[in-house]
């Protein structure tokens, strides 16, 4: 294939409910769209980077100056026959995994159209739905919080995740264990703890959590295993995992007995597979973690998660639960607690153009002349 043609749009979408973590507060979204066009087909790809470096080192105006100065210039006019080799160009770029993400999915859209096959076929995947749990940031208040809880398990979502953080972590998990004693439930702490507080997150033991995500710093997993090594609870590892190298690594010194797999934060899902089958190989459950996805992203989420590890339920809830109206046809929504895996070529949805247009705050063509604005 030969890329000829590529239009970045960063396009906001307000969310339906102000989403915080101990790290950072949202009331809308910014994601850069990658529109690719390649042998006369179309590829979309979604750059899920957050606005603000709290959460990694990237924000979304790092991943459009990597993408325009860097990523794109590399792609536009080269031919390229496998992701592997597409993924090659940029090698030498290092870290900016969402930025390269978003290229790397356009890709993998436009392949997958080419060859009439599904993402989730291509990467060898075959569940065709998923169970789906909800991520519930940090509320005003505990009744506020039960509220929700209440409310996405009515509608029939099979997990909780509760973000926590100091303040808003034993209290709040106890009152949810009350209410619903058999709920899978599990807690995210965005690196808001040190070994300092290993004495208080072993309270959270007695509450028979599925997991603890990402208790400690992002660039950490020495003292990941120290914590891992006194806690029944098991770790599971979000900011500190950006490949499969640092999986491998991390189920070496068992810093955690769990890994959360976002294709944005590996750079794309190519690595994404390979993080899952090195976890597979080692026995080391995966889910799929979200980034607030708009219908593009969340659309290659759903088809990584098609594959055989993913044995726990995702932060891939249905679309509505963050956007009014998504990007996307037809829309992704959870029935029952499951979604299904889009079967069509490529990312198997289609993004709906005026509405991108619409929502637009600023867009940019290149193509192998150069830039044009
Ligand atoms: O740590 O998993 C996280 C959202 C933005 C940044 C980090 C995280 C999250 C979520 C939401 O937990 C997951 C989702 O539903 O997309
Ligand atoms: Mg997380």
Not at 4 to 11: E, F, M, Q, S
Not at 68 to 91: H, M, N, Q
Not at 159 to 174: E, N, Y
Not at 283 to 294: L, Y
Request: glycine share 10%; hydrophobic share 40%; charged share 25%.
């Amino acid at each position: 294939m030969r890329i000829d043609r590529i239009d970045l749009t960063l396009v906001r979408l307000p969310l339906v409910r102000v989403f915080k973590t101990s790290s950072s507060q949202k009331s809308h979204i910014d994601h850069i769209l990658i529109r690719a066009e390649a042998d006369g087909l179309v590829g979309w790809g979604e750059c899920a980077s957050p606005s603000d470096p709290y959460y990694c080192p990237e924000t979304i105006e790092t991943c459009w100056h990597i993408l325009r100065d860097f990523l794109l210039p590399d792609a536009i006019g080269r031919k390229w026959g496998t992701i592997e080799e597409l993924v090659g160009f940029s090698a030498k770029v290092k870290g900016n995994n969402f930025a390269k993400a978003g290229l790397e999915m356009a890709c993998w859209d436009l392949l997958g159209k080419a060859q009439g096959r599904s993402i989730g076929a291509m990467l060898g995947g075959s569940a065709v739905s998923i169970a789906s749990g909800v991520s519930l940031g940090i509320e005003e208040s505990l009744p506020a919080l039960l509220r929700l809880v209440d409310q996405y398990i009515g509608e029939g979502y099979k997990r909780i995740k509760l973000k926590i953080a100091p303040g808003w972590d034993i209290d709040v998990v106890r009152a949810v264990r009350e209410r619903h004693p058999d709920l899978p439930l599990q807690v995210d702490a965005n690196s808001a703890y040190t070994l300092d507080d290993s004495d208080h997150l072993r309270r959270l033991d007695e509450f028979g959590l599925l997991l603890i995500e990402q208790p400690l710093a992002h660039d950490d997993i020495i003292d990941h295993a120290r914590l891992q090594a006194i806690l029944t609870t098991p770790v599971c590892l979000d900011e500190s995992i950006h490949s499969a190298d640092d999986a491998r690594k991390a189920i070496d010194i068992a810093a955690c007995r769990i890994i959360n797999i976002k294709v944005s934060r590996v750079g794309g899902l190519l690595e994404a597979k390979r993080v899952h089958d090195v976890c597979l190989a080692r026995g080391i459950p995966v889910w799929c973690g979200g980034m607030h996805e708009f219908g593009i992203g969340r659309a290659a989420n759903l088809a990584v998660s098609s594959l055989p590890g993913f044995t726990l339920p995702g932060d891939i809830s249905g679309s509505d639960k963050y956007y009014r109206d998504d990007l996307v046809e037809p829309p992704l929504l959870a029935t029952n607690g499951s979604i299904p895996v889009p079967c069509g070529p490529g990312l198997g949805v289609t993004p709906i153009e005026d509405r991108i247009v619409r929502n637009a705050l600023r867009t940019l063509t290149l193509t192998e002349d150069g830039v044009c604005r």
